[in-house]
């Protein structure tokens, strides 16, 4: 089974800054790799997916990269709503989710 | 406008057998390229992946949860249902249904609102 490890596990910025957070796969997930945000009590919300694609009416400050094993989703200015939890999932063999980020106010 | 909707019981005791029926509207488990997975999130902890079916009646399974876990679709009544045998305290989680396609996403694009089902005697 393949291990997403993402970092840092907590990150404490303020609105306005650029947030980016880690994604290390255990083995080659190629592309295969999807970004989701959760907020407390709500289902998750897809927001990247093939490491590099936004999904429909995410807005333009979130991106990804990566290829491999390596993957980055960055915010580019955070708004006061982008405070939340974010998995990686790879669709590579099978799917499995990171253990997440908690992206806190500072 | 496709919605899902998990329904279950909320409540099972340990060594019993749960069983979770996702009903779903605005899209076919017919359709080629669709599917709908079974994913759940314990208190406070990360989402887990356990099962998932395609319009092609294709089953994927949670390697670690595969001797437990049965899924099966009836596109006739557009409903998914996912058995768990043995269950656990550890099994204490959200369980949430999801729609996704294979094109062009792969990914879950909706999702429902999620069940939680607390195992204890």
């Known amino acids: 089974e393949i291990v997403l490890t993402q970092s840092p596990a907590t990150l404490s910025l303020s609105p306005g800054e650029r947030a980016t957070l880690s994604c290390r796969a255990s083995?080659?997930?190629?592309?295969?790799l999807a970004w989701y945000q959760q907020k407390p009590g709500q289902a998750p919300r897809l927001l990247i997916y093939?490491?590099?694609n936004r999904a429909t009416g995410i807005p333009a400050r979130f991106s990804g990269s990566g290829s491999g094993t390596d993957f980055t989703l960055t915010i580019s200015s955070l708004e006061p709503e982008d405070f939340a939890v974010y998995y990686c999932?790879?669709?590579?063999?099978?799917?499995?989710f990171g253990q997440g980020t908690k992206l806190e106010i500072k | 406008q496709i919605t899902l909707k998990e329904s279950g019981p909320t409540l099972v005791k340990p060594t019993q057998t749960l069983t979770l029926t996702c009903t779903f509207s605005?899209?076919?488990?017919?359709?080629?390229?669709?599917?709908v997975g079974w994913i759940r999130q314990p208190p406070g902890k990360a989402l887990e992946w356990l099962a998932l079916?395609?319009?092609?009646?294709?089953?994927r399974y949670s390697p670690s949860l595969k001797s437990r876990l049965t899924i099966t679709k009836d596109t006739s009544k557009n409903q998914v249902v996912l058995t768990m045998t043995n269950m656990d305290p550890v099994d204490t989680a959200t369980y949430y249904c999801?729609?996704?396609?294979?094109?062009?996403?792969?990914?879950?694009?909706?999702w429902g609102q999620g069940t939680l089902v607390t195992v204890s005697s």
């Open positions: 999801a729609h996704l396609e294979m094109a062009p996403t792969g990914g879950i694009d909706y």
């Open positions: 605005g899209f076919s488990l017919s359709t080629s390229g669709v599917g």
């Open positions: 079916i395609y319009w092609d009646d294709d089953k």
């Open positions: 083995q080659s997930v190629s592309s295969y």
């Open positions: 093939d490491a590099s």
């Open positions: 999932q790879q669709r590579s063999n099978w799917r499995t």
